[in-house]
């Protein structure tokens, strides 16, 4: 069974089509994106998110067929995310293929098939009534995980971390999972810790939106606090990471969101303007446990 | 300047006057209560909170008469407070007092005394530019506070956690600050440990609503995770101790408020059942910096 999210952005004809996430769980609607500048909106605008803005960046190129252009643009829209190496991986397929369309579609079918591998390699390591707590949204994957250990004779149950302010957690992934049928439990960010005490969860599994060479990887905002509670419990820590990789943290643009976005999905009331919002977090590649790559790689501490 | 959080409930003729704190910042209501039934129902309903309870309890052996009854009918909806201990408090009082409302408001004047004195205290405790994080609310005591350290000099900006699910720092701590003109930024409760990490907090302050002789303190969920980070930061974790204490955690009843509260104050849609949903965690004595006690006890680790 797919997520709606393993593949929340498409190309039908000459107009993408976008699942608005921020209407999720209650809608599931889609927009349609006909320029560069619809797809900058989408962008900005959080319709899309993480892998779907990796769809949306190699969409944008066949569109508008200037890679350059299309990656600067995004860029300056998403900074934490590195398109400019989006592109080159887009320019190097490019040149094996007859169209740009060809190209972009051979990379986004490697992807799938590699998040599969990468949730069977996961799956391996994992306890065997893995109780698994999770933050934010990793596009499907974690329906490629259940599916997985199910494969092997394992268990699987989610705890999902509601991820404010953007509610990832409570709004796609615990949609996503009960959709599936496979069992998930929502929680507040700051209950997390509790759980661990409590040792209801024996494991952490989390995307990345960046990560470095050493293992270093930034992510939605609450995964370094996972972590380093996770560490302190001694409960392993995996990552799903994403190529390409950068070289050292202080090489990646963490992007500061606007701080009304605090209050986003709460009571719809404000304005608050005093409100802090660091969007991402660094989490140290000292305090995780495992990391699986999206080309393919495992490795363990 | 005082919060209206300072006094949340109050007496007046054999009417009891409770703010409904479910309804800030966006209205300062009262609602009246009258009998021990409306008083449980403002009390099951989560109008009053905290020191709220404590006043409510009182007010209510008053208009009533029968401590016991009024205590054990408390206990009963909320079982995490001892209010049998209260109701051995206001028994002893009214030994000395006339009337049963001259116990009480002998008592009830001489915790805000006493909660002058504790914040007086923990000023001289607080670093000279006190930059510090809390969680939940502690019903005017941080302006108290705010107060203190002005007065011998030093000065203090706020960041408020916005404690999910109920939102007690963004919807009251954050406005009791802010109506005080006192500097204070709201932040999810997952953002804590990246402010943290990169220096902005220099203390964490926080309430307790029960605590043991040891110094054992349980709080609102997510106290327990601010200390355990703070831990690691090695930043001072401060707690504005309640009497009466028990004598060890396991004696408390942690109250398991209902799942659906989770999605309280978010958008309003669901019902989303599957959800945890521990109201209270315990953070030990060993990772504590400081106490506070209402009856003028300072101690530190």
Avoid at 32 to 40: G, H
Wanted: proline share 5%; aromatic share 10%; with cysteine.
């Amino acid at each position: 069974m797919h997520s709606p999210l393993a593949f929340p952005v498409q190309l039908r004809q000459n107009t993408i089509s976008v699942l608005d996430e921020t209407k999720l769980p209650l809608e599931e609607t889609y927009i349609q994106v006909k320029t560069l500048k619809d797809a900058l909106q989408a962008l900005g605008r959080m319709k899309t998110r993480a892998f779907g803005q990796v769809l949306l960046f190699f969409y944008a190129c066949v569109l508008s067929g200037e890679i350059e252009e299309v990656a600067a643009a995004f860029q300056k829209t998403r900074p934490t995310f590195d398109f400019f190496q989006l592109a080159d991986v887009l320019k190097k397929a490019s040149q094996k293929t007859p169209t740009l369309k060809e190209a972009v579609e051979s990379i986004i079918e490697g992807f799938d098939e590699k998040r599969k591998v990468r949730a069977q390699r996961l799956a391996e390591i994992l306890p065997h009534e893995a109780r698994i707590l999770t933050i934010c949204n990793v596009n499907g994957e974690l329906i490629y995980l259940s599916e997985a250990l199910k494969g092997i004779g394992k268990t699987a149950t989610f705890f999902v971390s509601e991820t404010r302010p953007y509610l990832q957690g409570r709004r796609l992934t615990l949609w996503e999972l009960r959709r599936a049928h496979i069992p998930a439990q929502v929680l507040c960010d700051n209950q997390a810790a509790v759980v661990m005490k409590k040792g209801l969860i024996n494991c952490v599994v989390t995307g990345s939106d960046r990560s470095t060479e050493k293992g270093d990887i930034i992510n939605k905002i609450g995964t370094y606090a996972l972590a380093r509670l996770s560490h302190y419990f001694k409960i392993p820590f995996y990552v799903l990471i994403q190529f390409p990789r950068a070289l050292a943290v202080e090489e990646i643009a963490i992007e500061e969101r606007p701080p009304e976005e605090v209050f986003m999905w709460l009571d719809g009331k404000g304005p608050w303007p005093e409100a802090l919002y660091p969007s991402f977090d660094v989490t140290p590649s000292e305090i995780i446990s495992g990391w699986m790559d999206i080309s393919g790689d495992a490795r363990c501490a």
